[in-house]
Each structure stands twice: as C-alpha cells, then as structure tokens.
C-alpha cells in the first residue's frame, strides 16, 4: 500500500486487510507522507506488517514507490491494495483461488464505483475495463516484474509483464470499490467514463442523459444482490470510521 497523508482513509483500507478470509497474509506499507500511520496497524501482528517511512523526494513516483514494495513484499503472491479503495473480506480468496492451469495474474473485469459528491453518492455503479481493472491486480511474485517511473497508470504499464495467456479473468465486481473523494490520482472524469467505455454502454448513456434525462437509468447502476450488500457494507464501514457522516 503505497501512501502518504492519507490516515483517515488508509484506516478503512487498513481494516480491509483485517477483515480479509485469506489467513496467510501481510501488508506492506510504503509511506512518504508526514503523518504516522503507526496508530493504524495495532490490531496487526508484527509478522504481519512492513510499515516502511521513506523520504519525499521529487523522482519518487508511484511506480517507483510500488516498486519499493515489490521489493519489501515477502508472499509468493501480491495484491495492489491502494490507500484509497475498499475491499470485500473474500477479495484475495476468490482472486487467488482463481490462479491455475498455468495463469499467474487475476483481475477483476470490473468493479464497483462509487463519487463522493453529492448528485452522485447515492448512486453506485459497476465499471468495467479490457481485459481487467489494472488495480485489482493479483500476481505471483516475479523479480523482473517491474512498474514503470510513472506518476499514474503505472498500473496498467504493469500488465505487459505478463502475457495475455497469463491473466485470469472474473466478473466480481463486489470483490473491490473504487471510491472518488476528491483528491484521487486521476480526476472524476477518470471514473464517469467507466459508465460509457464501450460502444453499447457509450449509446444507453447517451439516450439515458440526453433523451430520457435519467442516466441513473443506465444499466450499470443496476446492481445485484452481491455487489448492493457490497455496496451497503463500504458505507457502513466509512461511516464507522468517519469518513462519511
């Protein structure tokens, strides 16, 4: 995980990682921030955390600093667990249960969506991408794996590392919750366009907004039972840690 003056929502990723069904299991923290996070990690055995402090320094990108924890990382396996996001307790079981017959990575090819603001709060979505959302990577531990000198879509970069025979796929979008709060990586337009990134979900939108001036109509919103108690559960959990009111 791959921080910096973000405690108050690191928690909820922190707690994410406790509440995770995968048993064997440690989170590395890199960390170039001011604040201490050490607070976060006292329900964490000391086996299981790398909290590591580094300098803020100009060249340290995002994929530099990811690659710090590649370095750190001990597991045969590793996930992309951003500061940000929130994750369902079956997140890693599900994705590396699906690591078989030769594949080495899993994604999600979708995930759920959610804006802090207020016209769109109440209204989560699933957004897809091809093959997979890059940052719900899971992969075998490779030492030549390597993310790019990159201040944002490192993540995607990351990908070429394995070929396409190598990537399993699974549609469970309420495994992982890309939440906007304002101060993300990418801007909010980065995550609206998940809702009309192909040519069919491009076309509803537009009837949707323009002609029957309800895009909430659209078929992305249309959760399943799964992804709305996923939905229900990341609330609660950020009201909980008074992230929302």
């Known amino acids: 995980m791959v921080t910096a003056n973000r405690a108050a929502l690191a928690a909820r990723a922190v707690n994410c990682f406790l509440s995770q069904t995968w048993g064997n299991r440690e989170l590395v923290v890199i960390d170039d921030g001011a604040e201490d996070y050490t607070p976060l990690f006292v329900a964490i055995p000391p086996g299981r955390i790398t909290y590591r402090k580094v300098e803020k320094l100009p060249h340290n990108t ?13 597991g045969d396996l590793i996930a992309q667990w951003d500061d940000d996001d929130w994750y369902h307790p079956d997140r890693l079981t599900v994705q590396a249960a699906a690591l078989g017959l030769g594949r080495d990575v899993c994604l999600l090819g979708g995930t759920l969506m959610h804006l802090d603001s207020p016209e769109w709060f109440d209204h989560p979505y699933v957004g897809t991408l091809n093959p997979g959302v890059p940052g719900t990577i899971l992969h075998r531990a490779r030492s030549d794996a390597r993310y790019p000198d990159e201040r944002r879509g490192e993540d995607t970069v990351f990908l070429d590392n394995w070929p396409r025979d190598a990537l399993s796929i699974i549609d469970a979008p309420h495994l992982f919750l ?5 101060s993300n990586t990418w801007e909010r337009q980065h995550f609206t366009r998940r809702i009309r990134n192909t ?7 537009f009837l949707r907004r323009y002609l029957l001036r309800n895009v909430y109509g659209h078929s992305r919103f249309r959760l399943g039972p799964d992804t709305r108690a996923a939905f229900a559960q990341y ?8 992230i929302f009111a």
């Open 62 to 74: 995002l994929g530099t600093l990811r690659n710090l924890s590649l370095d750190v990382a001990k």
């Open 178 to 182: 890309r939440a906007f709060h304002g």
């Open 199 to 205: 040519p069919a979900s491009g076309i509803e939108y």
């Open 235 to 242: 609330l609660a959990d950020s009201r909980r840690l008074g």
